[in-house]
T-cell receptor, first 111, second 114 residues
Framework: RKEVEQDPGPFNVPEGATVAFNCTYSNSASQSFFWYRQDCRKEPKLLMSVYSSGNEDGRFTAQLNRASQYISLLIRDSKLSDSATYLCVVNGYSSASKIIFGSGTRLSIRP | DTGVSQNPRHKITKRGQNVTFRCDPISEHNRLYWYRQTLGQGPEFLTYFQNEAQLEKSRLLSDRFSAERPKGSFSTLEIQRTEQGDSAMYLC????????????FGPGTRLTVL
């Protein structure tokens, strides 16, 4: 089993729709969680951190479920510009080598 | 541009040759990371520096790979005796201690080994 697993997609949704995807992790000692966005042939860029209480940034909402060991990302009112690959990142404690990226979920927004 | 920069952006080499990549992090960031990414996968951690000290190396990093950050500023990643399996995107990222994951990535160096 991979340490961090994501549905590769692609998720193909119409503009304006709400879309959500999850990321599961295997190490219960994981300490911090993030979502990154990566456009085709570009570098990953930090989208948002994921806090235990859940957090929202505009149209994006991230949540953490420690009991079931998954994080989620919800995108409301999706825009064409949201088309990208979304990478979840899970970090162990005090160790850079424990930073694990998922393989990414590909999202495509159609007009 | 005050972001992370990497050179070259593309490198094509023949199997068995040595290659060296350079990364210039954001100036005030004391942490620097190297990752490798292949198609359809997320970045895989290779190694990490805090200032000039190389603190961690992945088991993925064979002895053909070496990285340096001599003055705690820019870093180089060298691959000796390249193999076709080394073909990948090599990404550099930097962060401001102590936040491991708020990393800022450079555009990467795409290596193709023929």
């Amino acid at each position: 089993r991979k340490e961090v697993e994501q549905d590769p997609g692609p998720f193909n949704v119409p503009e304006g729709a709400t879309v959500a995807f999850n990321c599961t992790y295997s190490n219960s000692a994981s300490q911090s969680f993030f979502w990154y966005r990566q456009d085709c042939r570009k570098e990953p860029k930090l989208l948002m951190s994921v806090y235990s209480s859940g957090n929202e940034d505009g149209r994006f909402t991230a949540q953490l479920n420690r009991a079931s060991q998954y994080i989620s990302l919800l995108i409301r009112d999706s825009k064409l510009s949201d088309s990208a690959t979304y990478l979840c990142v899970v970090n162990g404690y005090s160790s850079a080598s424990k930073i694990i990226f998922g393989s990414g979920t590909r999202l495509s927004i159609r007009p | 541009d005050t972001g992370v920069s990497q050179n070259p952006r593309h490198k094509i080499t023949k199997r068995g040759q040595n290659v060296t990549f350079r990364c210039d992090p954001i100036s005030e960031h004391n942490r620097l990371y190297w990752y490798r990414q292949t198609l359809g996968q997320g970045p895989e951690f290779l190694t990490y520096f805090q200032n000039e000290a190389q603190l961690e190396k992945s088991r993925l990093l064979s002895d053909r790979f070496s990285a340096e950050r001599p003055k705690g500023s820019f870093s180089t990643l060298e691959i000796q005796r390249t193999e076709q399996g080394d073909s990948a995107m090599y990404l550099c990222a930097s962060s401001l201690s102590p936040r491991y994951n708020e990393q800022f990535f450079g555009p990467g160096t795409r290596l193709t080994v023929l």
